[in-house]
């Protein structure tokens, strides 16, 4: 079987990198995808929703050389979501992608020298 999700979306805040022990580069950083309509009331309405999302080994790299707090993305990768309870009670969830491609879409500067990268080894476990 196989899962494939796409998102566009602006970057929340500026990636982090790190390694794993094993010396493997991951990169992660949020996406906000916004949903616009109008009600039956003829009230616009808006929805957020937020993507947590870890980019490995030459695309970890790729992702925090270029990408920046606010810029324009294209990812395509696999989802896991998790729900869970906080502590005030109220159900909470979050969506975490796994990336195979970042494309850049956000105009100037440097990150229009890289526009797409690709993971070829996917998934790291």
Not at 101 to 113: H, I, P, R, W
């Amino acid at each position: 079987m196989y899962q494939s999700v796409t998102i566009i979306g602006h970057l929340g805040r500026d990636p982090e990198m790190r390694y794993t022990s094993s010396g493997v580069p991951v990169t992660n950083f949020s996406v906000a995808t916004s949903r616009k309509w109008t009600d039956a009331a003829g009230a616009a309405q808006e929805k957020t929703t937020w993507f947590k999302v870890s980019a490995w080994r030459k695309l970890a790299e790729v992702c925090n050389q270029y990408l920046h707090k606010g810029q324009l993305v294209m990812v395509e990768g696999e989802v896991d979501a998790s729900a869970w309870t906080g502590q005030d009670g109220a159900a909470k969830a979050t969506l975490e992608l796994t990336a195979r491609t970042v494309k850049f879409l956000s105009k100037g500067g440097e990150s229009q020298q890289e526009a797409a990268a690709e993971d070829e080894n996917q998934i790291p476990f």
